[in-house]
């Protein structure tokens, strides 16, 4: 009965590399969330998905970062060239149905805590 | 920004003593939803208030909720130690989630 899940927990990078964050989400969730967050802030949306499809992508950067969620497999966030600036956790939630036609909590995974050196 | 902010920052109470945390938003909301986050994890949903109702209860929590002020509090009763967290909460708009900049709250044992 596992929950959402996240790996790596930790990743270091160094500045121009490529970070590639997993996220499985709970058995039987179709709805994904990436968010970002800084320390001692709140989080901040990043993008959300269905299988195979991006709903709303207004909180990512527009270059270097991209998402997906394919109909195997887990949802991958993607940040290509690494800057010092996208140290952060990075955190994944998952919900049953969507947000927009539901009353439903989402479901967080432990995060992602990238370091780039 | 449609962001809700948290207040107070911070919040330190003996344990037994109650916690209130306060936030306010922006805009229309479904519902509003309060998380916990212990350090070094993920947040854990503690309850969620539509927008249609003003008062909700979970345990030794309590949620209210006043649209017109666009404004919501969470109450932690007889705090324990456990209770140590940042506490969130989050306005649901449709397809996203606005989360606030969280209050600390450390109850001394």
């Known amino acids: 009965n596992a929950g959402v899940m996240q790996n790596p927990r930790h990743l270091v990078r160094r500045r121009g590399q490529e970070a590639r964050l997993r996220c499985s989400p709970m058995?039987?969730?179709?709805?994904v969330y990436w968010y970002r967050q800084l320390p001692e802030e709140g989080l901040k949306f990043m993008v959300y998905?269905?299988?195979?499809?991006?709903?709303?992508e207004s909180g990512m950067p527009k270059e270097r970062f991209s998402a997906e969620f394919p109909k195997e497999g887990p949802s991958i966030l993607r940040i290509q060239q690494v800057v010092r600036g996208d140290s952060a956790a990075y955190f994944c939630?998952?919900?049953?149905?969507?947000?927009?036609?539901?009353?439903?909590?989402?479901?967080f995974g432990d995060g992602t805590r990238l370091s780039i050196l | 920004s449609q962001q809700g902010e948290e207040d107070p920052q911070a919040l330190s109470i003996q344990e037994g003593e109650n916690a209130t945390m306060n936030c306010s938003y922006k805009?229309?909301?479904?519902?509003l939803q309060w998380y916990r986050q212990n350090s070094g994890r993920g947040l854990v949903h503690l309850i969620l208030?539509?927008?249609?109702?003003r008062e909700k209860h979970s345990g030794r929590l309590r949620v209210t909720l006043d649209t017109s002020k666009k404004s919501s509090s969470l109450l932690i009763t007889a705090s324990r130690a456990a209770d140590t967290a940042s506490y969130f909460c989050?306005?649901?708009?449709?397809?996203?989630?606005?989360f606030g900049t969280g209050t600390s709250l450390t109850v001394i044992p």
């Open positions: 939630a998952s919900s049953l149905k969507g947000q927009g036609n539901s009353n439903q909590p989402q479901h």
């Open positions: 989050a306005t649901n708009t449709g397809n996203q989630f606005y």
């Open positions: 058995k039987g969730h179709s709805h």
């Open positions: 208030i539509r927008s249609n109702e």
């Open positions: 805009t229309s909301i479904n519902n």
């Open positions: 998905l269905q299988k195979e499809n991006i709903i709303d």
